[in-house]
């Protein structure tokens, strides 16, 4: 599953898709949530904003048959494992669902715990970060996914998807 939020009008609107494998070229199923009142941003806490969001949704999804969670976003902040956004949804979930953090955008202040990597012919990387899951297979699974661009083809539809109003408003 894929998580990713937008934000309008003091509401946000929180999208989610299941994918069966990694290389998987359509989405299997969506989900959509808009929650009002939403936090200001703060930086550096980004996840107080976002993660209430995602748990909301999360209520209405069988988490039975999940075996990883992709976030738009970083799981840790720094080296010392300052929790960002997957890392404080990793341990919402309890920590029994693995969850990788790609982002567009580099972090300064984390270096070892993330990957870059390059996929189709872009020269710009994306950065990886993960939960329950080692680092090096979390990048593997992100490189294989189906698209032939810098972001992987469902996770650029995801990003899409979140911008479209939900008609149940």
């Known amino acids: 599953m894929a998580?990713?939020?937008?934000?309008?009008?003091?509401?946000a609107q929180t999208i989610?898709?299941?994918f069966e494998q990694w290389e998987s070229e359509n989405i299997l199923t969506t989900y959509v949530d808009t929650v009002s009142d939403v936090e200001d941003y703060s930086s550096g806490e980004f996840y107080k904003r976002e993660?209430?969001?995602i748990?909301?949704?999360?209520?209405?999804?069988?988490?039975?048959?999940?075996?990883?969670?992709?976030?738009?976003g970083?799981?840790?902040?720094?080296?010392?494992n300052r929790l960002g956004l997957g890392g404080h949804l990793y341990h919402s979930l309890e920590k029994k669902i693995p969850v990788i953090g790609v982002a567009k955008t580099n972090f300064a202040a984390i270096q070892e715990n993330k990957k870059s990597i390059l996929r189709?012919?872009?020269?710009?990387?994306?950065?990886?970060?993960?939960?329950?899951?080692n680092l090096e297979d979390a990048s593997k699974y992100i490189k294989s996914?189906?698209?032939?661009?810098?972001?992987?083809?469902?996770?650029?539809?995801?990003?899409?998807?979140?911008?479209?109003?939900?008609?149940?408003?």
């Open 55 to 72: 748990l909301h949704l999360i209520t209405k999804i069988d988490l039975s048959f999940v075996r990883f969670i992709v976030i738009d």
């Open 3 to 11: 998580f990713d939020t937008f934000y309008y009008d003091n509401r």
């Open 16 to 18: 989610c898709i299941s």
């Open 51 to 53: 993660l209430p969001c």
């Open 120 to 133: 189709g012919e872009s020269r710009k990387p994306i950065f990886v970060t993960s939960a329950g899951v």
């Open 74 to 80: 970083f799981v840790y902040l720094d080296d010392n």
């Open 145 to 169: 996914m189906h698209g032939k661009f810098r972001i992987p083809k469902l996770l650029k539809e995801l990003d899409t998807l979140t911008k479209i109003r939900s008609p149940y408003e």
